[in-house]
């Protein structure tokens, strides 16, 4: 493991009770480089959407612990916010918070001459994403997605 997911795991360890503990799903942690300086962006959801207390709670709890383990050498800034509209689904928990949500998917190849679906999530597993779409389940090979999100709703 580099350096990078060393952080990310480290901090996802961290925030897993600081989000149980506030009623939040911990949804991504990030550590990146934007330009000259560096980021630890931390991603956190709840039914109903994420407020900026809910926000300023969770980096409240979680910035103790970072001060105190020091384990990020680098100077960097915190940052613990909504995963957005369009979130990625990646983890285990994202498709179990998508579960019967509308989600898009995006294929890398066409598939029935498209590369873009929209339905409900089904079921999944590690291989494989079963969707509602329009009347009749479709299965996709995970390895052909280039993209699992949850669905955006104007």
Known sequence: MGRKETYEQKTWD???PICEKLGL?????EYTKEGPAYALNVYIDKE???TVDDCEAASGLLNPILDEE???PDEYTLYVSSPGLGRPLRRPHDFEFAMGKEIELRTYKAVDGRKEFTGTLKDWSDKEVVI???GSDRTFSRADLSLVR????F
């Open 25 to 29: 799903v911990l949804v991504d942690c």
């Open 150 to 153: 949850l669905a955006l709703d």
């Open 70 to 72: 020091d384990y990020i």
């Open 14 to 16: 961290h925030m897993i």
């Open 132 to 134: 509602d779409d329009h």
């Open 48 to 50: 109903g959407g994420v």
